[in-house]
């Protein structure tokens, strides 16, 4: 159960990270909203999450599937560079977190 909210606040910190982009500066409303309203959940999901995860590791998960989803996002929507060793670094981060849930968990 804790996992499955760790999961979910990795995947709303990947909505509000990819929000930040369309905000222009706070100065669109609807992205604003999306993007607040994400964060908040995510921040929420984390913590209760941590009531049973070490910090370290659900803290590096959560950054883990952010980071991850936001860089697939951004070169699948975004057509940001897709170069080989862009892959590899971001494979090493998929290994990470699927590593941590292994030892932690």
Aim: glycine share 14%.
């Amino acid at each position: 159960m804790y996992w499955l909210m760790l999961v979910g606040a990795g995947l709303l910190e990947i909505v509000w990270a990819l929000a930040l982009k369309e905000m222009g500066g706070f100065t669109r409303f609807w992205p604003s909203v999306v993007g607040i309203a994400s964060a908040v959940v995510s921040f929420v999901m984390l913590g209760a999450a941590l009531k049973a995860l070490p910090v370290g590791t659900a803290y590096a998960v959560w950054v883990g599937i952010g980071a991850l989803g936001v860089a697939i996002a951004g070169i699948l929507v975004l057509n940001e560079s897709a170069s080989p060793i862009r892959l590899a670094f971001l494979a090493m981060i998929l290994v990470g977190v699927i590593g941590l849930k292994f030892v932690d968990g």
